[in-house]
């Protein structure tokens, strides 16, 4: 009856095994060949339970796969990886009786042994026919365990307690009532211990722990740890290497290498330490979630980490640098720097000296300019070839690099001879500049020549010269220090418009084009998107995201530049995740960048020192293998089915809109919108007729309602822009409200949208052609929060449905603007928190499920002309779940119900002569933790249901 199409949760386990990549996500476990970052197989080995470790024997033909409880043994066919039958069960899946922290094959692949919560070992066969089973002596709860060695006689168990210890025991070891004798302990700790893992090469130990540390141990004549007893265990010394602190919340993994170690953790840091404690990489790569999974393979120098934004994500451990530091000859003082499209680095020096660097890393004089010395401004064309200098007295110099060399080109003056205060290249071949008066002047290159353009007359202020710049089609946009971006058309002085207070106080950082719109980038952390109209040429804004980062500096298609306190940060847009980090000392200070196809290249200078760091693209992102989705807990969800795949928009308390696609088993996501100031907690679409687009609203948190503009095709081209953002903003006594549900609906051939509140309250809106909300009326249901909002069609009449946290469900009129309640019922003890309507003529059976772990089946009837709803019938029951629900459907014989409890229940009902009744027939257990609700599509006669909550599972129900 239930087959799982595609599960996105937290990715618990991972691991490289030859060529292939093994990942445990739920119980599923997948497999991804590692040179095409393909999924090859999807098993699905626990029903409910997450694959928290993968264990293969040293041939590397069986796994030992565990979580929880459970544990099974599966082979594998290395020849016929890729066909169907790739490996089978060589035993049964048995559940034990205690939870497995740490398994490993020993006697030659023969046995493997497995070490459990409450510090005990088990050795088993391939049948699961335990041999030796033996408790240690320190009777505790253990949080983690690492087995070391491969033989019984030699096995040790180093196991990490909920006391900051670490015990070292050894299960042959016993003394007279059997129990295993502790041999070394391990204190320095001061929190619970999480991770252990032990490099017998290098003699190591390594311990990871919720004090925010880890500690590096050496065994100090390693050797001796094979055969250590109760009589020799003084032999064996065990001192602490060094301990390091480098993240921001729990430590959950560590990893030893033979050059280095690593330490993941909490706060979605992932960090490379040497032997001595230096702090070698820092990367912070899952959304600033946990990171659960972590493992390396040493032959390619690959990491490969799963957090709980559900991506797994790959990158090369040596992060290829180079890193150059020079000085100026003559000790010079450097002032401003700056690199060509080459690759070649460009200063200019206190003294008024502009040097350019060689390949050969050896300096040359390009000129002296002493009318610059006191002050210059060095801006690079966005070509990379041109380099302009300009001065307090108006001066203008414009470089060319050609084969190595860099020449001056054209030698200009301004007729005012005043100082410049901006200079901006709008293309290779055209700049502006600014100077005291409130006017910017545009000039060109022609032959040897700079030729005067036009003006633009600049707003009054006290300093009203632009910090940014860019063309667009026939259009100049420029950005000031108060964050207003001003729009005019070439071949006028005057202002088209102006977007004022588009970014904060400190300024526009940035303006940039892309194919279809402007970029502006702001010191407020915002990236905001904009296009021209059509009819007036106005600039308008189409799109605000909120990063987080301060200072944003630049934008290159995913990679985002910026700065945060004395460091300059190269992040993933996408997902928001810090690939590279260099102290720079600040973005107040000279810096430059390049970006190419396949390299990324910064220099800066501090400490009178020019610094120059290059390194490839490649090592510097990480290959997404499963791509990372929310962080958090998501609210709400809508599903598309397009042609073969399934377009699954979402929110959450992540406060992000994200849209993906799920096609042959693998998700991608399409678009990842910050623009809530909250969490989303509802969502509602609206397909606008005629076309391909959908209306989509989104409220959530601080009483916010979006509206989107969502266009997809069935090539799975998306698009989603936001068109309207209502929020109001709060009284001085007022408390904070959510929008808890949305509902759109037309009435009388008007779009109408209702939002239910959690003070009580239902707010009315009309939505217009372009998507503006109108608000027309507020109604109070109760004095309780709304829960959901439905609506219904009855006697040609449109009625509207809400329930709230009273238990109440309420029938309203809408067939006006203005609704107007009919009756209401108790449905529930408290709060009603899904629902599920089948209209049948005069008749509704409406099933709804509630926090009292009660599922409802109720029938009404509605009579005419007053539109009376009375209630016939009703069947509850409280056995079903044994959680709150928190979504259902229903359809003719069956239902779907879904709870906190992780069940997802097909239940059968009846109706005869108004008795109603229902029975669950068929239940599946879903890894995602806290499911939130459920969405259902149709087609070719099959239910496809996608359970969310902690992630997310799509489902094929077959009834």
Known sequence: MFQSLYIHTDITCVEIIGNYLFVGTGGNLQIYDTLTNNLVQRHQIFDGQNITGIRPNSTETILIIYGGKHITLLRIQWKSIKTNSTSSSTGNQRKLSDWILDAKWIANNGKFATVFMHNKITIWDEAFNFEMSVKCEERCILYSAHLCFDTASELIVLSGTIFSEILLWKPLCQNENGLAVVLKRLNQHKGVIFSINYNPTKGLICSASDDRSAILWRVKNSSSLTSITPNNSHLTEIVM??????????????????????????????????????????????????????CYNSKTDVVCTGGNDGAVLTFKANLKALNQSTMLPQLESPKNVGLFKSGRLVCFSETGTLYYNNFENKWSIVGDFTGLQKYCIMQFSPCRRLLSLSGFEGQIYIFREQERVVKLQHKFRLNNQSRIFSFHWLDCRTFLVSQKNSVATIYFLKNNTIKFAQNLKLPTSKKPWPTAACLYKDHILLGDRKGNIHNYKIGSENRLNSLWRAHSYLGVTCLQRSLKEIVSLGRDGLIKKYLLD?????????????????????????????????????????????????????????????????????????????????????????????????????????????????VVISGGEDTVLRISLIKEHQLRVLESLKVHLSSIRAMDLWFIEKSSKYLLVTGGGRAQIICWELK??????????????????????????????????????????????????????????????????????????????????????????????????????????????????????????????????????????????????????????????????????????CAQITGCYLIEKYFITCSIDQRIIVSSWTSTNGEVEFKAIKTYNTAIADPQGLQVATWDNKLVVCVYGNGFEVLDITL
């Open 241 to 294: 290497e060094c301990q390091v602190y480098g993240h921001l919340s729990r430590v959950f993994r560590c990893i030893i290498m033979d050059d280095f170690f690593m330490t993941a953790g909490e706060d979605s840091f992932l960090l490379l330490w040497n032997f001595q404690g230096l702090l070698l990489r820092k990367i912070n790569i899952h959304q600033g979630g946990s990171m659960w999974a972590l």
């Open 534 to 646: 059509s009819e007036d040429g106005h600039l308008n804004c189409i799109e605000t995201s909120k990063t987080k980062f301060s200072w944003l500096a630049a934008l290159d298609n995913n990679l985002l530049l910026s700065f945060g306190g004395n460091q300059f940060i190269v992040s993933d847009l996408k997902f928001q995740r810090i690939l590279f980090q260099v102290p720079c000392g600040g973005g107040h200070r000279s810096w430059h960048h390049l970006i190419t196809s396949d390299a990324f290249q910064f220099s800066f200078i501090k400490e009178k020192v020019v610094h120059s760091i290059k390194t490839n693209r490649e090592d510097l992102e990480p290959t997404s293998v499963v791509e990372g989705y929310h962080i958090k807990e998501i609210n709400c969800a809508k599903i598309l089915h397009k042609a073969d795949g399934l």
């Open 712 to 881: 997809c095709d069935q090539k799975f081209s998306v698009t989603c822009k936001e068109k309207y953002n209502f929020y109001e903003p709060l009284g001085h006594e007022d408390s904070e409200t959510r929008i808890m549900d949305v509902l759109i609906t037309k009435v009388n051939d008007i779009l109408l949208l209702f939002a239910g509140r959690s003070d009580g309250s239902i707010i009315t809106f009309k939505v217009s052609r372009d998507h503006q909300l109108i608000k027309k009326n507020s109604i109070v249901h109760s004095q309780h929060s709304i829960t959901k909002l439905d609506r219904i069609t009855m006697i040609s009449a449109e009625i509207l449905l809400t329930m709230a946290t009273d238990g109440q469900i309420k029938f309203w009129s809408i067939s006006e603007i203005n609704p107007v309640e009919l009756s209401s019922f108790q449905m529930h003890q408290s709060g009603i928190t899904s629902i599920s309507c089948l209209v049948n003529g005069n008749n509704l059976w409406l099933l709804s499920g509630g926090d009292d772990n009660c599922t409802s089946l109720a029938l009404f009837a509605s009579e005419e002309p007053n539109l009376i709803v009375s209630k016939i019938n009703s069947f509850q029951s409280s056995g079903v779940h």
